[in-house]
C-alpha cells in the first residue's frame, strides 16, 4: 500500500546535536510538507517543497533545515538552534503542489524530546 | 490572512447520540474546507473536504459535514456516535484566491469523547 514512512517514531537529542527526522513517500507526490505539532496549537508548518530540488520556508522554519534531492525523500533537520525541540513532528504530501482542492496525506509522526 | 477557530477544545457525548464539533473559518476569498481525525500518536487522516456545490458534503466513517457561507462555519456532525470515535479532530481551510502556493491553515483541534 502506498503511504508516507517517517522514522524514528522516537527521537532523543542531546544538547548542542542536530538530528534528522526521515520522511519517505512511495504515493509519487510532487508536494511534501513538514508541520510541528504542540498540545493545544494545532499543526504549524515548518517548511514545504513543490518539487524536487525546491523548498521553501513556512511560519516557523528557524532552527529547522530540509532538502529535496528525490521526490520520495524529505528529511528534517532540526539543529541546536532550535532552542524549544520538543514536539510532535508531521510529514505530509498531496499530489500537485498547486492542488488546492487535494487532502493531505500525513505519516504517523515523530515525537522528539530533549535529553 | 486566514484562519480557523475551533471554539471547544473537549466534546463529551454519549454513545449513540448525534454528535457535532464545531468550526468557523475567516478567509478573504472563497475557501476549501477539510475535517481531518487524529488517534494517539499516529498522523491525520482525512475525513472530508468542502470544494464547491452542496453544502452537506458526506465522508468517511459516517461523518458529514455542514457548509454555512453566511455564518462561516463548517461544523462536523455524524447522527450517532461510537466509542471508537473517540479522538482529536482538525478542521482546516485553503484561501482559494490566492496566488502561487496556498498554505492550509488547521485549527487547535478539538478532542472528541464518547462516552459508552
Known amino acids: 500500500d502506498g503511504g508516507i514512512t517517517q522514522s524514528p517514531k522516537y527521537l532523543f537529542r542531546k544538547e548542542g546535536q542536530n538530528v534528522t527526522l526521515s520522511c519517505e513517500q512511495n504515493?509519487?507526490?510532487?508536494?511534501m510538507y513538514w508541520y510541528r505539532q504542540d498540545p493545544g496549537q494545532g499543526l504549524r508548518l515548518i517548511y514545504y517543497?513543490?518539487?524536487?530540488?525546491?523548498?521553501q520556508k513556512g511560519d516557523i522554519a528557524e532552527g529547522y533545515s530540509v532538502s529535496r534531492e528525490k521526490k520520495e525523500s524529505f528529511p528534517l533537520t532540526v539543529t541546536s538552534a532550535q532552542k524549544n525541540p520538543t514536539a510532535f513532528y508531521l510529514c505530509?504530501?498531496?499530489?500537485?503542489?498547486?492542488?488546492?482542492?487535494?487532502?493531505?496525506?500525513f505519516g504517523d509522526g515523530t515525537r522528539l524530546s530533549i535529553l | 490572512a486566514q484562519s480557523v477557530a475551533q471554539p471547544e477544545d473537549q466534546v463529551n457525548v454519549a454513545e449513540g447520540n448525534p454528535l457535532t464539533v464545531k468550526c468557523t473559518y475567516s478567509v478573504s476569498g472563497n475557501p476549501y474546507l477539510f475535517w481531518y481525525v487524529q488517534y494517539p500518536n499516529r498522523g491525520l487522516q482525512f475525513l472530508l473536504k468542502y470544494i464547491t456545490g452542496d453544502n452537506l458534503v458526506k465522508g468517511s466513517y459516517g461523518f458529514e459535514a455542514e457548509f454555512n457561507k453566511s455564518q462561516t462555519s463548517f461544523h462536523l456532525k455524524k447522527p450517532s456516535a461510537l466509542v471508537s470515535d473517540s479522538a482529536l479532530y482538525f478542521c482546516a481551510v485553503r484561501d482559494l484566491t490566492s496566488g502561487g502556493y496556498q498554505k492550509v491553515t488547521f485549527g487547535t483541534g478539538t478532542k472528541l469523547q464518547v462516552i459508552p
Open positions: 505530509a504530501s498531496t499530489q500537485d503542489g498547486q492542488g488546492a482542492s487535494q487532502p493531505q496525506h
Open positions: 504515493l509519487n507526490h510532487d508536494a
Open positions: 517543497s513543490q518539487i524536487v530540488n525546491d523548498f
